[in-house]
């Protein structure tokens, strides 16, 4: 079986062709020649890839939509905010999905650009980002139709979701505001 990561990198390459230039062309000030996607506040990425019954989604936002800093948490009080912040990354209902029952298998969230892991200190200054890492097994994920994303509602900084997708059968590309939630694959 074909690693879903695999499809990720492949829909990013393609549909970075397609859709950035029109998912950024009013954006001059922020231009990136580099693979990397461009880190504006309030926007965030959203990537799914379905390969057979497997679904990974990916999630990528600037650290300041979800604990509202980017640089490492310095007080409690901040430590705080990033353990919250990774209890609501990691809730089970996150993302639901009609046409199939799909369940979490694993997750991986990566906020490291905002809190210390062992002891090195090497504070970087500017911007930083925060990323979560899902795989859920479908039951029948040929017939896995809606994906609702319930991210806007727990990290109301999060303004747009800019969603890209791909399935065996055809790839799309989508944004989402607070009040539109559902992606629908097929
Ligand atoms: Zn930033």
Not at 47 to 62: D, H, M, Q, R, Y
Not at 68 to 96: P, R
């Amino acid at each position: 079986m074909l690693k879903p990561y695999c499809l990720i990198v492949a829909l990013l390459v393609s549909s970075m062709l397609i859709a950035a230039p029109q998912l950024h062309s009013n954006n001059s000030d922020k231009q990136s020649e580099s693979a990397q996607q461009s880190h504006l506040h309030g926007t965030a990425q959203l990537t799914l890839a379905l390969e057979g019954n497997a679904l990974e989604i990916s999630f990528e936002s600037p650290a300041a939509n979800i604990v509202g800093f980017e640089h490492k948490a310095t007080d409690e009080k901040q430590i705080k905010v990033v353990k919250q912040a990774k209890q609501k990354l990691q809730a089970a209902d996150l993302f639901s999905f009609s046409g199939s029952d799909c369940s979490l298998k694993k997750t991986e969230i990566d906020m490291s650009s905002v809190i210390e892991e062992g002891h090195q200190h090497n504070d970087r200054e500017g911007h930083s980002e925060i990323s979560a890492n899902y795989r859920y097994e479908c039951s029948t994920g040929e017939k896995l139709e809606t994906v609702s994303v319930n991210l806007m509602s727990r990290f109301p900084a999060v303004k747009t979701l800019e969603v890209r997708w791909l399935t065996y059968r055809q790839q799309g590309a989508t944004k989402l505001k607070a009040q539109s939630h559902l992606i629908r694959i097929r």
